[in-house]
Structures are given as structure tokens and as C-alpha cells.
């Protein structure tokens, strides 16, 4: 057994090392602790860290659009033409205040926005479309289709909602392929049965619409027999489905924005409709759609 001096040399020595253990603890302690257990230099680090940049631009430079006749202005300035000038989406015409008009000025538009829709246009041909939209290298590319794949001669023709679906990934695709970083607008399909509904009071409107304008709707516009009912409730029920698929598609890239059925459930009054044709959209028409348009694109958080 140690003697008394052994023993008491060894408590010491101890006795300074807890001490000096303790004191270096509470030193590193001392350094890198911030509030709450967090260390100082990790928050350090984190401060210095860059915000991540917001997706979604509110102020894009320049504009081009793909689809149909609506796109096209359609009968909003003279019968059975094209009137490009007034399209919600790139028009020039300031009692429209196109989309462009809006988010580019006057001068902006007429030199950094392309239309690109065609009258007639379906799904199937949105792909070649988007190409050539891609090729103008936009900020933005606006998408309003689906209304020909309803409008058919018949419900039995009307464009089968899986090719829909199809041939709008493959022009998502077409366009990513080209224009990765181009965001893309895309406005929900008209509600057409509410527009035969407004539209079949006029009777000039529906002298026009016997020359074959979306006979699937249209059709025999005063008939409300059981068979002629049926036959609008499928075209209803098909552009609900249309929609779907265009929410659907467009949540899955992050630089898309769908209207949350902002122009489906637009109330067109006979105000807002084609004075040829009770149908399509005239220039107040096309002034609301652009309105709807640009308070989606430039609202902080995409549509419910």
C-alpha cells in the first residue's frame, strides 16, 4: 500500500486535472455554442448561405403563345377570321391590354412576343407548336387548348382524354427539350357548355353556328330533348376531364402554372362574346381572359 506523501501527490494531481478539463470544456464551449445548442460557427455558415432563388418569375421579358382560336382572336373582329391584334395573350390592340401589353408595355410586345396558335388547333398538334415557340427562346409560354378536342362533329369523335393526356406530356417535353428554363401559363379550357347556354338567345349567333361551329355543343342548339342533353352533359363532363389532366401534367414541372380553372369558371356574358358568332370571345372577351391571365402569372403563389 502507497505511503501517506503518495497518496497525497496522487489526489492532487487528480484534483488539477478534472480542473483542467473542466476549464478546457467550458473554453470550447464558450466558442461555439449559440443560443438554444446550436454552434455559432454552423449559424455563421448558414447566414452566409444564399436565399434560394423563388422558381417562379412574376416578371418574365418576353411572351410567346401556343393553341387555338380563342389565342388567335377567332371572330372578335370581323366574321369567320383571324384577328390576331386582340388576342388575350400577345395582342397589340390597347382596349384588350394583352398579357404581353401588361407585363412588356406596348413597344415590348410588339417586338418580344410570338403567337403561335393556329384556329382549328387540337392537342395533337400543341407539340409542334411548342417547338416553334421554343425556338423564339421565351420567358414565358402561354397555353390555352383543349375547346377543338370537344368541339367535335359528334361526341363519338371527340379527342379520348388519354390521348389528351398524351399528347400534352409530349408537348411539355418538346418544349423542356428546347427551352428548359421557359415557364410556362397554362389557362383551363372554357366552360363551352355555359357559352351555348349565353350564346342560344341571339339568333344571329345561332344562324352561325349552323355553318358547323362545335356541333358536339351547339348542335340543334334549341333542342332540350333527353338525347340532346345527354349529348352536352358528355362534352361538359370531357372538358372537366380535359382540365384535370392539364392541372395534372402541369404540377409536375416546377416552372409551370395552371390557372386553377380561373377561365372555366369565368361567367362570359353576351358583353364578352363575339358579336358573329356567340361564341368565341370578342375584344371584352379577350380584355377579361388577358386580365385573368396576367393576375395569375404575376401573383405571388400559383392558383388554388
Not at 461555439?32 to 446550436?38: C, W
Not at 403563345?65 to 377570321?81: E, K, M, N, P, Q
Not at 395534372?248 to 372555366?264: P, T
Not at 358579336?275 to 371584352?284: A, K, S, T
Request: proline fraction near 5%; aromatic fraction near 6%; glycine fraction near 8%.
Amino acid at each position: 500500500m502507497p505511503d501517506r506523501s503518495v497518496r497525497q501527490r496522487s489526489r492532487t494531481a487528480l484534483a488539477a486535472l478534472t480542473a483542467v478539463t473542466f476549464l478546457g470544456t467550458a473554453v470550447l464551449t464558450g466558442c461555439d455554442s449559440g443560443p438554444e445548442g446550436t454552434t455559432k460557427g454552423a449559424k455563421a455558415d448558414q447566414d452566409r448561405r444564399p436565399a434560394a432563388a423563388p422558381v417562379w418569375d412574376r416578371s418574365p421579358e418576353s411572351v410567346a403563345t401556343v393553341g387555338d382560336s380563342i389565342t388567335r382572336g377567332f371572330d372578335a373582329c370581323s366574321v369567320l377570321a383571324d384577328c390576331p391584334e386582340v388576342s388575350w395573350a400577345t395582342g397589340t390592340d390597347s382596349t384588350v391590354r394583352s398579357l404581353a401589353v401588361r407585363l412588356l408595355g406596348a413597344s415590348g410586345a410588339a417586338t418580344r412576343s410570338w403567337n403561335h396558335a393556329e384556329t382549328g388547333a387540337r392537342i395533337a398538334q400543341l407539340p409542334e407548336q411548342m417547338a416553334l415557340a421554343a425556338k423564339e427562346d421565351p420567358e414565358l409560354v402561354t397555353v390555352m387548348i383543349g375547346a377543338n378536342d370537344a368541339c367535335r362533329d359528334s361526341v363519338r369523335v371527340m379527342t379520348p382524354v388519354a390521348d389528351f393526356r398524351t399528347s400534352f406530356e409530349a408537348s411539355m417535353r418538346q418544349l423542356r427539350g428546347a427551352a428548359p428554363k421557359a415557364q410556362v401559363y397554362v389557362s383551363s379550357v372554357p366552360d363551352l357548355k355555359r357559352l351555348w347556354s349565353t350564346g342560344r338567345g341571339n339568333q344571329l349567333g345561332k344562324q352561325i353556328w349552323k355553318l358547323g361551329i362545335c356541333k358536339s355543343m351547339l348542335g340543334d342548339a334549341d333542342n332540350l330533348g333527353a338525347a340532346a342533353v345527354a349529348r352536352r352533359t358528355a362534352v361538359q363532363d370531357r372538358v372537366v376531364a380535359y382540365n384535370e389532366v392539364l392541372r395534372e401534367v402541369c404540377a409536375k414541372d416546377r416552372r409551370c402554372r395552371y390557372d386553377g380553372g380561373a377561365v372555366f369558371d369565368y361567367r362570359f356574358t353576351g358583353k364578352q362574346l363575339s358579336q358573329w358568332d356567340w361564341f368565341h370571345p370578342g375584344r371584352n372577351g379577350q380584355a377579361r381572359l388577358a386580365e385573368i391571365a396576367y393576375r395569375n402569372v404575376t401573383a405571388a403563389r400559383p392558383p388554388a
